[in-house]
């Protein structure tokens, strides 16, 4: 394990069996002000990952030994909701698909530009920096503590994954209107995400589902997005 320090720098856990690619994007970090933490499989990051409880964000490798980034991240989910950016060699859908299930919040196929690589870890990092810490949005019975990171719905606590979270967040701050597919990927997966709609109404059905009853609220807008309704 390598450690690159830095006083009250943010730490990212970076993690892929590739020493030369650890190297290309701790390097990279940490020019750009990261302290960054290396493991070299999924059995070290799990271990380094709890071992250490002031990890920021992870960015990790699908394909490695011992324990691929998958499961890795299943497990990391069990419990945590820190965002992590998934690199893989393969740009295949499904894949993609089955790491947005797993909480997955960003996808990046190798190669890839170090630099395109740092921008998305900023714009995680500022996107979960800026739930200032007293900010609670109530709607239709459903409360949203952006700080804690929790959901009520009908004063009972829902787990959801980080982008689950996100994406009723933005349903709920828009409520009443009606939001096309393309700008909630812009907004919730960032601009630089290059998906399809398939990605959202897999959310939306996951997060529907999860809601009961309050699922409703979130309306179909046939051949344009969605819209959350609430009184």
């Known amino acids: 394990m390598k450690v690159y320090t830095g006083m009250d720098r943010l730490k990212i856990l970076v993690v892929d069996d ?41 960015i990790l490798d699908v394909m490695m030994p011992n324990m691929d980034g998958w499961q890795v991240c299943k497990e990391i989910r069990e419990y ?22 797993l909480g997955v919040d960003e996808y990046i196929s190798k190669p890839f530009s170090p630099k395109i690589l740092v921008a998305r870890v900023e714009a995680i990092l500022r996107r979960t920096s800026q739930m200032s810490a007293d900010e609670v949005i109530e709607a239709g019975g459903i409360v949203v503590n952006k700080a804690a990171h929790s959901v009520l719905v009908d004063s009972q606590p829902v787990e959801l994954s980080y982008k689950e979270f996100e994406l009723l967040t933005y349903f709920m701050e828009n409520k009443g209107i009606a939001l096309s597919r393309e700008k909630i990927l812009n907004s919730v997966w960032n ?29 179909t807008i046939w051949g344009m997005g969605y819209k959350f309704e609430a009184e």
């Open 18 to 58: 590739e020493s030369r690619m650890r190297k290309l994007v701790g390097d990279f970090l940490s020019k750009n002000n990261y302290e960054v933490v290396e493991a070299e499989d999924g059995v070290q990051a799990v271990d380094i990952f709890f071992e250490q409880n002031d990890i920021a964000l992870i």
């Open 191 to 219: 601009y630089d995400y290059f998906g399809d709609a398939r990605t959202i109404d897999t959310h939306v059905k996951k997060l529907r589902s999860k809601m009961g009853q309050k699922g409703d609220l979130i309306k």
């Open 80 to 101: 945590s909701k820190v965002p992590i950016i998934m690199l893989t060699a393969r740009s295949d859908e499904r894949d993609e698909l089955l790491g947005f299930e």
